[in-house]
Every structure is written in C-alpha cells, then in structure tokens.
C-alpha cells in the first residue's frame, strides 16, 4: 500500500494556530478511526500525540488536537510554541494487519 | 517507568544477516502487541512487521516478508528481528514501539541503526 499522503512543510508564528493533512483512501483512513499521529524531534524517537483520530494519551498537551473527514485526517496545534517545531507523522491502519505511515510534515514555527 | 532498548545494529553487506533485540521493563511485556518500525536516514517512518502476545500472529511489510522474522521471548521481556538477505535499501534506524493503543504506539526505544553496505 502507498504511504498516506502529507504536505511537506506547514508553518506558523508562535501563538498561532496549524493545520497539517493526512489524505489517503477508503481503506486506510477513510475506513477505520485508527488514526494516529506522532512527533518526531531531530535525532529522537518519534512520540505518539494522538490516537484513534482525536484522542490525547496522558501528557500531550490539549493544544494538539485531531480530527478526520472522509479520507482526510487533521492535526491541528493550537497556541504555537517553539518546542512544537518538528516533524510530525500520521499513521493509519491500513486493513489486512498493516500500517502505513504518512511521509511526514516538518513543522516550523516562525 | 517504561523502557525499551534497541541494540544489535552494525555494518553488514549486502545478502548478510542481522538480529536485532528490543529490552523493555517497566510494564507487563506479555500483555501488548509489539512492533518494530525503521526510519532510512533522512526519510520518514515505516512500519515493518508487528507480533501479538503470544506469538500466533505475525505480521510484515511486503518488503520484508520471507527475509526478516520478527519474535519474542516473555521470560527475558525482550523482542527480536532476525534481518536476513539484507539489502542497501534496509539500511535505517529500527525502533521498537509498543503497541498501546489500536494500531498507536505510546512507547518508542531510541532505535539502533543498520547499515547495509560493502
């Protein structure tokens, strides 16, 4: 299966608000509310910030928020921070026991 | 506190083989799926295999399948990728991640980077 599709680049100033997509078909994203998204800083392992499209594990700031339309998955950052800079990745289960991973969207904040 | 520690990355040529070990602690190994996802320098992520609690189910990337043998042992809390026929293209850092959540993984080793080359 083709990775999800993610936009390259996304930025914003700090205390601002973005948005980065995650597009792929009906039997991945479009079929299951297993959509995850991770952070992933330079040189450190990625950490999971969402799962099962919108959901925050304990710790994740409720600036980090998701959501999903049809094929299209969301994650939106609220209130923008230095720290928030990285590279972000979505994940969706992909049916048949498989994952795919988007290509990855790196985030600068201005 | 939970942890997992990657090792058994190296340099190796091309069509040798390469095991790699995940050590966790810090929570019950024999009740999560686990995974293993790689990362090519430079590129993003890619899952490449996952295994159940008991080990009747494994599953692989088409990429991977017939070469590499994901396993685990409950007694030592510790996963296992036996690489076998490597190739220049599975050249990355492998992470080990445990499956928390529905296909999500809360938990993440730092990684071990392998090298295919000659």
């Known amino acids: 299966q083709s990775a999800l599709i993610q936009p390259p680049s996304a930025s914003g100033s700090p205390g601002q608000s973005v948005t980065v997509s995650c597009t792929g078909g009906?039997?991945?994203?479009?079929?299951?509310?297993?959509v995850s998204w991770y952070q992933q800083h330079p040189g450190k392992a990625p950490k999971l910030m969402i799962y099962?499209?919108?959901k925050r594990p304990s710790g994740v700031p409720d600036r980090f928020s998701g959501s999903k339309s049809g094929n299209t998955a969301s994650l939106t950052v609220s209130g923008l921070q230095a720290e928030d800079e990285a590279d972000y990745y979505c994940?969706?289960?992909?049916?048949?026991?498989?994952?795919?991973f988007g290509g990855g969207t790196k985030l600068t904040v201005l | 506190e939970v942890q997992l520690v990657e090792s058994g990355g190296g340099l190796v040529q091309p069509g040798g083989s390469l095991r790699l070990s995940c050590a966790t602690s810090g929570f019950s190994f024999s009740v999560y799926w686990m995974t293993w996802v790689r990362q090519a320098p430079g590129k993003g992520l890619e899952w490449v295999a996952k295994m159940n609690q008991d080990g009747s189910e494994r599953h692989y990337v088409d990429s991977v399948k017939g070469r590499f043998t994901i396993s685990r042992d409950s007694t030592e809390n510790s996963l296992y990728l036996q690489m076998n026929s490597l190739r220049a293209e599975d050249t990355a850092i492998y992470y080990c991640?445990?499956?928390?959540?529905?296909?999500?993984?809360?938990?993440w080793g730092q990684g071990t980077l392998v090298t295919v080359s000659s």
């Open positions: 099962e499209v919108s």
């Open positions: 991640a445990r499956d928390g959540f529905a296909v999500a993984l809360d938990y």
């Open positions: 009906s039997s991945d994203v479009g079929g299951y509310n297993y």
């Open positions: 994940s969706s289960y992909g049916g048949s026991n498989n994952v795919i």
